[in-house]
């Protein structure tokens, strides 16, 4: 069964300092990994995804993730964190091919301090 | 990417009574939509996978009586919270599936509040 694991229910950072959300996936085929954000009584916003290829994937409001198959990790980072980053972040898995289900982390609050 | 609406986006309503929440997928044909509940300051717990024109599956440990699923056009799919309780009030999220590398869309949310 896959599951998902994000360390740190929250996170804190000062404005300008990097952002580093962890994921840690567990699965036995090769998944699809995604980052959502989740602003306050907001569904959620796709911020990236890894299917294949490139193992840095580019998202929006200047957030990446690298896909690293021998950590099983999909870690979100962001070099410079702005006070409107401030919200509720989702890693999800999904088996590859066909309209699978989503398999959340717990989510990891990002709080951003001036 | 598909644009997905809620109806209604926040409702309060007595125990007992039933509620139905909404679900439209306004620019995609969606064969395959997904209901979700979120407690505070939770994750999403996936509900139910809504296929239109066919019975939903639930989750285990969701009760399909309970929480009933209507996905009768490619458009709308319905979830209808029967005799609510207090314990039920929660924000229901649906998505759409796309097919596309397994990524959904998701609605802006539904709070309910069962007094």
């Known amino acids: 069964a896959q599951s998902v694991t994000q360390l740190g229910s929250h996170v804190s950072v000062s404005e300008g300092a990097l952002v580093l959300l962890r994921c840690n996936y567990s699965s036995s085929v090769p998944p699809y990994l995604f980052w959502y954000v989740q602003y306050p009584n907001q569904g959620l916003q796709l911020l990236l995804k890894y299917t294949t290829g490139a193992t840095l994937v580019k998202g929006i409001n200047g957030f990446e993730a690298e896909f690293k198959k021998s950590e099983t990790s999909f870690h979100l980072t962001k070099p410079s964190a702005h006070m409107s980053d401030a919200a509720e972040y989702f890693c999800a898995v999904s088996p590859s091919g066909g309209y699978n289900k989503l398999i959340f982390g717990a989510g990891t609050r990002l709080a951003v301090h001036p | 990417g598909a644009v997905v609406s809620q109806h209604p986006s926040r409702v309060i309503c007595k125990s007992g009574t039933s509620v139905k929440i909404e679900c439209r997928s306004l620019d995609f044909q969606a064969t395959t939509m997904f209901w979700y509940r979120q407690f505070p300051k939770q994750s999403l717990m996936l509900m139910a996978t809504?296929?239109?024109?066919?019975?939903?599956?639930?989750e285990q440990g969701v009760e399909k009586d309970k929480f009933l699923i209507n996905h009768a056009s490619l458009t709308l799919s319905t979830l209808t919270v029967t005799s609510a309780h207090p314990e039920d009030s929660s924000f229901y999220i649906c998505?759409?599936?796309?097919?596309?590398?397994?990524?959904?869309?998701f609605g802006p949310g539904t709070r309910l509040t069962v007094l």
């Open positions: 998505s759409v599936g796309t097919g596309w590398n397994n990524e959904q869309f």
């Open positions: 809504s296929n239109e024109g066919s019975k939903a599956t639930y």
